[in-house]
């Protein structure tokens, strides 16, 4: 059996050569490409599946850049409120020092008067402090909306104060927090929730004394806000020896009723400690010596400022030290609440400004493993891509070299 000749043109096999040339280099200059980007992924196409997981972990990187300068903008709007609460805490902490000073027996009312100055100035600071607005010009205490300036008064009509907007804090998210404060929670009282009452005396008599105690509630949802006027109608220390029952009238406003009422007697010859009727929800106590004709009247503080007011308007009218210390008590006991309420708000910052930081920290590492992701997927290894490149580049070589000593086999070189 013969054995079959295969015969191989010399131009095909010159075309195969060249084609294999060719594409060798193609491989060669693609790795080159890779390794000068430093990517394995140059163009979609070459593996689309990494090339879509990418692109998403590129836009979720961007998209969390882009939550972190909000955030660093809300950060810094709650910080720069947090510092304004510390200011108004230190003037409040200076007002109430001065409000003490003022009780001292040895002031006259001239010096009195000249301390109310000094607590005008500080209350202003207050009012001010309250109505700040960060670096665009929006309050910081703007609740869930309010108006360039939140805070409005002292008005003639009452409520003296008002908040000009819609109380409340905003909420955030699981990547933002509030880029405000709620200021009416901070400013504002309310009488069932903080039982902030200013009481006077009608008259403060001179040779005995005569205040009251601070307000407290008894029980938050009989309390309606109302206003009350307390006259004493008479002092019997006759008819039962030894025991001194007061009696007195009660007016409520709105809606302007009186009602009678005697209290259960105390020790003749010692002060009254009368734990008042009347007074819707609240409790308060008359001490000291009364005597028929004494009035008080009890009001309700919409807000710290109206606290602040009557604080200044009681000590520069206080005529003589009974009056002073009715002020001063009165002033001590409200501001206390008032300082409670905006230390509170005060907090709520500060655990926002935790919150900044526990979102940011999370932030931070998820953008770490979207960047590993997206790295994965069309980053080049270096040290394969070298390997790779060295490789094809010694392939190509040798399909040179052979493609030259192939050349050479040509029939006519033995002719």
Do not use: C, W
Not at 37 to 45: E, N, T, W
Not at 262 to 283: C, E, K, M, W
Request: no cysteine.
């Amino acid at each position: 059996m013969s054995t079959p000749i295969l015969r191989t043109a010399t131009a095909s096999m010159y075309d195969s050569a060249v084609r294999n040339i060719s594409a060798r280099q193609t491989g060669l200059l693609k790795l080159q490409e890779n390794l000068t980007s430093g990517k394995r992924l140059v163009r979609a196409s070459d593996d689309p599946t990494s090339a879509a997981n990418a692109e998403r972990a590129l836009n979720r990187i961007s998209r969390i850049a882009t939550d972190q300068r909000a955030l660093e903008a809300q950060r810094n709007a709650i910080a720069q409120a947090e510092s304004v609460l510390g200011n108004v805490t230190d003037a409040l902490q200076r007002f109430r020092e001065l409000v003490v000073s003022a009780g001292d027996g040895s002031h006259s009312s001239a010096e009195r008067r000249a301390i109310a100055v000094e607590l005008q100035g500080l209350r202003d600071q207050v009012f001010a402090l309250a109505n700040t607005t960060d670096t665009n010009g929006m309050p910081l205490f703007s609740a869930l909306g309010s108006a360039l300036q939140p805070f409005v008064g002292p008005q003639a009509t009452a409520p003296d104060y008002t908040f000009d907007g819609l109380p409340g804090q905003a909420a955030g998210s699981e990547v933002s927090i509030p880029f405000a404060l709620d200021g009416d929670s901070a400013f504002m009282l309310q009488s069932a929730r903080d039982g902030v009452y200013n009481v006077t005396l009608g008259t403060s008599p001179t040779d005995r004394t005569l205040s009251t105690s601070g307000v407290t509630i008894a029980n938050a949802a009989l309390v309606n806000g109302a206003s009350y006027q307390v006259a004493i109608t008479s002092v019997d220390s006759t008819t039962t020896p030894g025991t001194t029952v007061v009696g007195y009238d009660v007016t409520e406003t709105p809606p302007g009723t009186t009602t009678a009422y005697v209290d259960a007697g105390y020790p003749t010859g010692t002060p009254a400690q009368i734990a008042l009727q009347g007074l819707s929800g609240l409790n308060l106590s008359l001490l000291g010596t009364p005597q028929v004709g004494d009035t008080l009247s009890i009001d309700p503080n919409p807000s710290l400022f109206s606290v602040l007011d009557d604080a200044i308007g009681d000590i520069r009218s206080a005529t003589n030290n009974n009056a002073a210390l009715q002020a001063v008590g009165q002033a001590l006991h409200n501001l206390d609440i008032g300082m409670g309420r905006v230390s509170a708000v005060r907090a709520q910052a500060g655990d926002l400004l935790n919150r900044v930081d526990r979102i940011s920290s999370n932030q931070e590492k998820r953008s770490i493993q979207l960047e590993a992701d997206r790295s994965r997927a069309e980053d080049l290894d270096m040290v394969k891509g070298i390997s790779d490149f060295n490789n094809q580049q010694t392939g190509y070589q040798a399909a040179l070299q052979t493609y030259a000593k192939v050349q050479q086999l040509s029939l006519f070189n033995f002719i």
